[in-house]
């Protein structure tokens, strides 16, 4: 059975920067697309950031284009999401997500726990 798990969250100041990553087991990742979603207290889960299966095409949502790299390493089935120049608005618990598709919307079949970001000003 597939399983994500993320880590590399915390807290950090506005300008920061952090690492997260999505580890993958039960599977190969070059079978995969993989996303990374948010979720802000009292808001909507929304796409941050997704990569492609094969040619490693990547996809940003407008808030963070720019700012966030996300990265697959298929040998060490992980996934990452550089993100820097924080802004207090991306405070949100981070999911990483395995489908079919790049996609920046919740239409992937299996999910992680999800990880903390919090952003102080």
């Known amino acids: 059975q597939l399983q994500l798990v993320e880590s590399g969250g915390g807290l950090v100041q506005s300008g920061g920067s952090l690492r997260l990553s999505c580890a993958v087991s039960?599977?190969?990742?070059?079978?995969?697309?993989i996303g990374w979603l948010r979720q802000a207290p009292g808001k909507g889960r929304e796409g941050v950031s997704c990569?492609?299966?094969?040619?490693?095409?990547?996809d940003y949502a407008h808030s963070v284009k720019g700012r966030f790299t996300i990265s697959r390493d298929n040998a060490k089935n992980m996934v990452y999401l550089q993100m820097n120049s924080l802004k207090p608005e991306d405070t949100a618990v981070y999911y990483c997500?395995?489908?079919?598709?790049?996609?920046?919307?919740?239409?992937?079949?299996?999910w992680g726990q999800g990880t903390q970001v919090t952003v102080s000003s």
């Open positions: 997500a395995a489908g079919s598709l790049c996609l920046l919307v919740e239409l992937y079949d299996y």
């Open positions: 039960g599977t190969t990742l070059d079978t995969y697309a």
């Open positions: 990569i492609s299966i094969s040619d490693g095409t990547t």
